[in-house]
């Protein structure tokens, strides 16, 4: 699975549960290091970046992990790394929808257990 993949299908799970995503489609024009998806709920302000299974982070996306790491927000904020093996064992879906805090509603709409 490429990475446009796994884009798409993040975009469409936060679609279904009521979450804003964002993605630059542009790399080229956002800063070094801006992460692949923001995804907000209020109360919550999630990084994701998204690599293929041999993907690697660089040194601009690293120092974006441990900047958003050590932000003391009211919010609670976390940066994460998803690859295509998050997908097929469901963490992905597992981490959406407990930032939608909608578990029993969505669930089985993403593939989750009922």
């Keep these: 699975m490429t990475e446009a993949e796994l884009q798409e299908q993040v975009r469409l799970m936060c679609g279904q549960l009521g979450l804003f ?12 290091g801006w992460p692949d ?8 302000l999630m990084f ?3 690599k293929s299974a041999s993907g690697r982070l660089t040194s601009e996306q690293t120092a974006f992990r441990y900047l958003i790491d050590a932000h003391p927000a009211p919010w609670r904020v976390d940066w994460q ?3 295509p093996a998050d997908l097929v064992s469901r963490r992905i879906q597992r981490d959406l929808v407990a930032a939608a805090g909608r578990w029993s509603e969505h669930a089985t709409a993403i593939g989750g257990p009922a």
Excluded: A, K, Q
Aim: avoid cysteine; hydrophobic fraction near 25%; charge should be positive.
């Design 37 to 44: 998806s923001v995804i907000i709920r209020p109360g919550r």
């Design 81 to 83: 790394l998803w690859r």
């Design 21 to 32: 995503h964002y993605h630059p489609h542009d790399s080229r024009r956002s800063e070094p």
């Design 48 to 50: 994701r970046e998204l």
